[in-house]
């Protein structure tokens, strides 16, 4: 019998959720940081909000990140418009934690993250941050304002970015390993 060659060990996969309100940068930040060309299922729009996007997610995005030989984030984007809700459950299932993405430069942004978070919240009791894209920076109203919107603990990073660049996409997600990191080392301590 010929030896076959070996698998190559992928590590650990882990499903990390990027959800939030319609045109937060969902998107975006998965093509900003992805590895892998990303899987989209951007459609057209044909409604009112056309003027602020041409185009929408209606199912998912798909994206990957090598972390090191023994991590691999699997990157999945949500729809934000609420006709599109029921993905967000099929999506959930199964993740290690998600990021809750906010569109600063809009009021209104954080007004419809409140009804995702809730959706969430319902779904999982994993780890989560919130990011604020569009947000140069974050001053003590401006969090305060976020974490008395969004009903969160101290606990939740909030973390200002821009999801047009790299670095600040990894802090994004590197805030949410170290939450994920942090809540296992609470499990285990108990």
Known sequence: MANRPRRRSAGTAVKIVVTGPFA?????????????????????ITDETRSRKTDTTVAMDFGRITIDRDLVLYLFGTPGQDRFDFMWEILGEGMLGYVVLVDASRAESLDEAVS???????????PF????????????????????????????????????DRESVKSVLLALLYAVVD????ATAV
Do not use: Q
């Open 24 to 44: 937060a940068g969902k998107t975006t930040l998965i093509r900003t940081i992805s590895e892998i060309t990303v899987l989209s299922t951007e459609r057209g």
């Open 129 to 164: 941050v919130v990011g604020l894209n569009r947000a140069a920076g974050l001053d003590e109203a401006e969090e305060a304002n976020v974490r008395a919107r969004l009903d969160l603990e101290d606990h939740v990073p909030v973390v200002p970015c821009d999801v047009t």
């Open 183 to 186: 809540s296992l080392d609470a």
């Open 116 to 126: 995702i978070r809730e959706a969430f919240r319902k779904m999982a009791r994993v």
